[in-house]
Nanobody, 124 residues
Framework: QVHVVESGGGLVQPGGSLRLSCAAS????????IGWFRRAPGKEREKISC???????TYTDSVKGRFTISRDTAKNTVYLQMNSLKPEDTAVYYC??????????????????WGQGTQVTVSS
């Protein structure tokens, strides 16, 4: 069975850092695209980053230069390193998988498997 499970959320002060993890099971991340999404209070869920099966990443403009997506294929886990966090980064963060697809998609419906989400709160 395919599963992805997020962890690493929490409360952090503005300017701080967090690293989110997305542990995958039931498929190999080498042959999948994995996306990170977030839903801020009162807003629609948005895609913020994605890692292709090649290992290269994409970012939405609001996080570019602050967030870094990476993966550890031995642990079958994708990470989202978040630096210089701002209050507007407060959201529930989700990872989602496209097993057997090599490329990312901007369409949420193309991601077959979603985690339960992890809360990130940026506040002083």
């Amino acid at each position: 069975q395919v599963h992805v499970v997020e962890s690493g959320g929490g409360l952090v002060q503005p300017g701080g850092s967090l690293r989110l993890s997305c542990a995958a099971s039931g498929f190999t991340i080498d042959y999948a695209a994995i996306g990170w999404f977030r839903r801020a209070p009162g807003k629609e869920r948005e895609k913020i980053s994605c890692i292709r099966s090649s290992g290269s990443g994409t970012y939405t403009d609001s996080v570019k230069g602050r967030f870094t997506i990476s993966r550890d294929t031995a642990k079958n886990t994708v990470y989202l390193q978040m630096n210089s966090l701002k209050p507007e980064d407060t959201a529930v963060y989700y990872c989602a998988a496209r097993p057997r697809y090599y490329t990312c998609s901007d369409n949420e419906a193309d991601y077959n498997h979603w985690g339960q989400g992890t809360q990130v709160t940026v506040s002083s």
